[in-house]
Nanobody
């Protein structure tokens, strides 16, 4: 099993920045992809960004050019640098991990990001 622990959420003004971190432990050798999802009140959980252990990256259209995902394989940690934050980015952000050829199946507890003046 893989355990994921997020950190770095909080309250920020529109236009500001935050960096989320997610540390993986347990069966980390089984991880192929790591990603960030988010869920706003009343909405479905959506993929924000993902990165494979080979460095292939996917971003949702809503965050392209503003968010950057990165991964430190030596530390089993994935980061999400969020710049130019907008109120519509407000959500609970979840870290996720997936083994090769399978969907995301390990989840962190979530961290709240609130963008408000």
């Amino acid at each position: 099993q893989v355990q994921l622990v997020e950190s770095g959420g909080g309250l920020v003004q529109p236009g500001g920045s935050l960096r989320l971190s997610c540390a993986a432990s347990g069966s980390v050798f089984s991880i192929y992809a790591m990603g960030w999802y988010r869920q706003a009140p009343g909405k479905e959980r959506e993929l924000v960004a993902s990165i494979t252990n080979g460095g292939s990256i996917i971003y949702s259209d809503s965050v392209k050019g503003r968010f950057t995902i990165s991964r430190d394989n030596a530390k089993n940690t994935v980061y999400l640098q969020m710049n130019s934050l907008k109120p519509e980015d407000t959500a609970v952000y979840y870290c996720a991990a997936a083994p090769w050829g399978k969907p995301f199946s390990s989840w962190g507890q979530g961290t709240q990001v609130t963008v408000s003046s």
